[in-house]
């Protein structure tokens, strides 16, 4: 036998694992239909549905926008629409300022292999525990309101933004701190000219992505009590009064459009 | 001046990389080390400034003995010698300005560096070091967007920056091509001269070390089996250094 073949024999045998993966997955989706009964007469509803949802875009109600009847404007749909923005700006900044210490504490360069698993159990254990389930935690300990939003945004943030960051800290270049020790910087002065420089452009780009995804589960978070514009949702779609639901929706996707833009041309001026 | 008495290291792993090495290198010399890769060169240089601690025996820098100096007098130490690594080793996302700016952290408390405040006469500086290094047009470009000969000589003007008497600089030229590796090597002929500034370097090629240096330092593991003058190096020492004949490519530093 050729060395080729030799080495080809010693190749990991990727088939048996891809093949697990699929019968596991297909194992997964017959249970679930499985599961699930399916109610004809619901069915036959779904296109009168839809039919009605963009029939809501043909008449939206502009005035909503700036308020309903007997509410006006500090309810009004661009109020709320602030309201969730806000909630997604303070609470990724939250999490961003909590992921920090939790970052160091997941860095292997920093605190070593060992205690960093540590660290690492604990971010894990963020990023799975459900959002929606935290939501429903603080609302029913903090009621209802933005400040509950900021708290389960801000720590459900925690888990990526303290991974990503860890991941930073641990990809950084020691060669120019290297350098500046031989220069004869200090502690602080190594930080702040070796270790800041390569990592904040960096954690900023992060949580600019992070502001993305938090502006949207905001709207959503809202919807259960924790502020902003999500309460709409909840209050107009039972029953549902597609005009504004339509206005709602444009006035999200508009939000989350602006937001979208503005993050990533700046994160594309920070790489 | 740096005297070196009875110096030896031996590092946690038990590895002996200096083993007793005694010398004198005087103010203003261009001063080459040289051989075999695991000799040791760069454990003595790093010595120098205390990159490196040493086991034992005492190292003098303007006759002090540095081996007992820590904190504040260590960083003192430190910011009047320039330091030059094989990969430059410059905080990539910063401009070029703030990274030669570097170079005077250590003559500054805390607080002020730590807002990047500082005086006009060290901004006045940097500028007169890059410009001295023919890289004043780079000033406010990011120093990963230069080639690899202009980032040396950006970490160049930071050491110039520091005002040193001393730099010391570890295979400056090995990640560079032929031609960069001439004009970097002309740029510290040129600080040796102009600046006074003493030069200790190690070298990969032994043609570059004896065109430009005035005294070779030969180190075989650990021992310094050669201390002269340029002129004096021949084949037979070149033997002694590197254990065996170089070929002509490497002599020749191909
Ligand atoms: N940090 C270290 N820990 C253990 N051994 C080291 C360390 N640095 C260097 N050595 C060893 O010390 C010897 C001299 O290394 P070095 O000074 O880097 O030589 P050179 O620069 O001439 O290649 C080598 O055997 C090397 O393996
Ligand atoms: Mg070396």
């Known amino acids: 036998m050729k060395n080729s073949e030799k080495a080809l024999k010693k190749l990991p045998k990727k088939w048996i694992i891809n093949l697990i993966f699929t019968v596991a997955l297909i194992a997964l989706v017959i249970y679930t239909l499985e599961g699930s009964t399916i109610n004809p007469l619901r069915v036959k509803q779904i296109p009168f549905i839809i039919a009605a949802f963009f029939r809501g875009f043909a008449d939206i109600l502009w005035p909503a926008l700036f308020g309903f009847d007997g509410y006006q404007f500090n309810e009004s749909i661009i109020y709320l629409a602030l309201q969730t923005l806000s909630i997604g700006f303070f609470g990724t900044l939250l999490g961003a300022i909590l992921a920090i210490p939790v970052a160091f504490l997941a860095s292997r360069n920093i605190v070593g292999k060992h205690l960093a698993k540590v660290g690492s159990v604990l971010l894990v ?42 991941e930073t800290i641990d990809e950084m270049d020691r060669s120019s701190i290297e350098a500046l020790e031989a220069v004869g910087a200090n502690g602080l002065q190594k930080v702040r000219y070796g270790i800041l420089p390569q990592i904040l452009p960096l954690m900023t780009s992060i949580t600019l992505y992070r502001l993305d995804i938090n502006v949207r589960s905001a709207t959503v978070l809202g919807a259960i009590g924790a502020g902003g514009l999500g309460v709409l949702l909840t209050v107009f779609s039972d029953p549902p009064a597609w005009d504004i639901l339509a206005t709602i929706m444009v006035a999200i996707m508009a939000m989350v459009m602006i937001v979208d833009t503005v993050s990533s041309k700046l994160r594309e001026k920070l790489i | 001046m740096i005297r070196f008495v009875d110096v030896q290291k031996t590092y946690s792993n038990g590895v002996q990389a200096l083993k007793g090495v005694n010398l004198q290198i005087n103010d203003g010399e261009f001063v080459a080390i040289i051989g075999l890769s695991g000799a040791g060169k760069s454990t003595l240089l790093r010595s120098i400034n205390k990159m490196i601690p040493i086991t034992s025996g005492q190292l003098y820098i303007d006759d002090i003995e540095i081996s007992s100096i820590r904190g504040k007098a260590l960083r003192y130490l430190r910011r009047s010698i320039g330091m030059i690594f094989q990969s430059f080793n410059l905080v990539k996302r910063m401009s070029v300005y703030n990274n030669v700016l570097t170079g005077r952290v250590g003559y500054h408390s805390t607080f002020p560096t730590l807002f990047g405040l500082f005086p006009r006469e060290d901004k006045i500086l940097a500028l007169d070091s890059l410009d001295a290094l023919g890289i004043l ?12 000969g202009q980032q040396q000589r950006v970490a160049l003007a930071r050491a110039l920056t520091q005002k040193p008497k001393l730099i010391l600089a570890d295979e400056p030229v090995a990640s560079l091509d032929p031609i960069t590796t001439v004009q970097v090597m002309d740029d510290f002929a040129r600080i040796n001269k102009d600046f006074g500034i003493t030069i200790v370097a190690n070298m990969h090629h032994v043609d570059l070390a004896l065109k430009y240096a005035t005294r070779i330092i030969g180190i075989r593991d650990g021992i310094v089996v050669f201390d002269g003058l340029s002129s004096e190096v021949n084949e037979q020492i070149l033997v002694e250094v590197y254990g065996r004949t170089l070929k002509h490519n490497e002599v020749l530093g191909e």
């Open chain 2, 137 to 148: 047009d780079k000033a406010f470009t990011r120093a990963d967007q230069l080639s690899g």
């Open chain 1, 125 to 166: 254990i963020i990023r799975v525990f459900p959002e929606i389930i935290l939501a429903y935690i603080l609302v029913k300990g903090l009621g209802i309101g933005s400040i509950t939003g900021i708290l389960v945004i801000g720590i459900h943030s925690v888990g990526m933004l303290g991974k990503l960051f860890a």
